[in-house]
C-alpha cells in the first residue's frame, strides 16, 4: 500500500455518493438531492474508487447520497469489494426502505452480511415529510438487533416536533439501551439553509457570537475526508460544500491519480488548510475585525453555513484577499502543532 505523505498524518475517509437521487426533497437539501435527479455512478467507477483508496491507505469508505440504498446491488457489491480490501464501511442513509419491522431486519440482514460495520439514521422534521418517522423507529430496531450501534442525526432547530427524546421514549429501544446505554448515539444537528445570509431560530447558545466563538473548532473533514459525487467530481468537503462551492472541487475521477491528486490539490490551498486548523466561524470574526461592515455574530450554528458565506459573499472574499497573509505563520504552526508536534508528544508519554 502507498500512504500519501501529505501535510495531515492521521487515517482518511473516502465517502462515496453512488447517486444524488433520492425519495425525499427536502427543503435546502445540502447535497440538491431530489426523486429526479438520475446522476448516478457505475458500479466500476465505484470499484475503482474504492480500490484507488485501498492503494493509498485509506481508513474506511462511507456510501452516503443522495440516498445510496437506491442503487442497492450495486452498493452491496461495494460493501463487499471493501471489506475483502480490509476497509471499514459505513452507510448514510434515511431508512425509507424500512416500511414494517421484518422489511427493516431483512434488510439490515443482508448489509451485515456484505460486511457494512457502520450505521448512520438521518430523521428531523424535513425528513418526516417524506420518510414517516417509524420507519426509523422500524430501522434504528432492526439494526439493534442485529449488533450495529447506530448513529442518528436529528435536524436541530427552535421549535420542532421530533426530538432525542421521541426516539429514546419508544419501549423497544428502551429494551435495548436498559441492557447497554451506549448501543445508541444520538446528535442533534443544526438544520441549514442554503442561503449563507439566511438566519434561522435555534435554540439559545447555539449559534456563534464572540463570548463562545472559542467553542467553535476547525473543518475537520478537509484533508482528512474526500467526497466521490455522482458526477465524478472530488470534493474536499463531506458535507453541504459538496455541490454548493465549486472551489471545493479537487479532482475528477477520470483524471490520472485523482485520489493522490485530490489531496495534493486540497493541501496547496491555504483557504483550505485555514477552514480545517481555525474553521469558518473563526474566519468570518478575523474578517470582521478586518472590515467592520461584515455581520457574522448569532448568524450561524451550522460549519457549513459559515463557510458558504466565505465563499459566496464578495466582501468577505475581498477582505480575505486582502489580509490572509498575516495569517499564514500562524496557520502553518497550527498545523505543524497538530499533525507533527503534539502526536509525537503523546507518542514519547507512552512509551
Known sequence: MERVRGIFRGPRTLSIMPTFRCVSHCASCGTLSTPHDKTSLSLQAILTCIHEASRLNFANIVFTGGEPTLCWRNLLEAIKE??????????????????????????????????????NFSTGDEHAKFVPTPHIMNAII?????????????????????????????????????????????????????????????????????????SFIGCDPILQSLTILSDGNISTCCGFGTRLIPELVVSNINEPDFLAA?????????????????????????????????????????????????????????????????????????????????PKSFKRQTL
Open 82 to 119: 471493501t471489506r475483502k480490501l480490509g476497509l471499514m464501511t459505513r452507510l448514510v442513509t434515511n431508512a425509507y426502505w424500512a416500511t414494517t419491522p421484518n422489511r427493516a431486519l431483512k434488510k439490515i440482514q443482508t448489509l451485515k452480511d456484505a460486511g457494512l460495520d457502520e450505521i
Open 142 to 214: 432492526a439494526s439493534l438487533a442485529s449488533g450495529f450501534k447506530p448513529a442518528v442525526m436529528i435536524e436541530d432547530r427552535s421549535e420542532r416536533i421530533i426530538t432525542k427524546e421521541d426516539i429514546l421514549s419508544c419501549p423497544e429501544i428502551k429494551k435495548f439501551i436498559s441492557r447497554d446505554q451506549y448501543c445508541l448515539a444520538l446528535a442533534d444537528n443544526p438544520w441549514m439553509p442554503l442561503d449563507p445570509f439566511e438566519v434561522v431560530h435555534y435554540r439559545s447558545s447555539v449559534t456563534a457570537n464572540h463570548d463562545n466563538l472559542d
Open 262 to 342: 485530490a489531496i495534493e490539490n486540497t493541501e496547496n490551498d491555504f483557504m483550505k488548510l485555514w477552514l480545517r486548523y481555525e474553521g469558518p466561524m473563526k474566519i468570518l470574526a478575523w474578517a470582521a475585525r478586518k472590515n467592520p461592515a461584515i455581520r457574522w455574530e448569532d448568524m450561524y450554528a451550522h460549519h457549513c453555513q459559515a463557510c458558504l458565506r466565505i465563499y459566496k459573499d464578495a466582501t468577505v472574499k475581498q477582505t480575505i484577499k486582502e489580509n490572509y497573509q498575516e495569517k499564514i505563520g500562524q496557520i502553518i504552526s497550527s498545523a505543524w502543532m497538530e499533525e507533527v508536534f503534539i
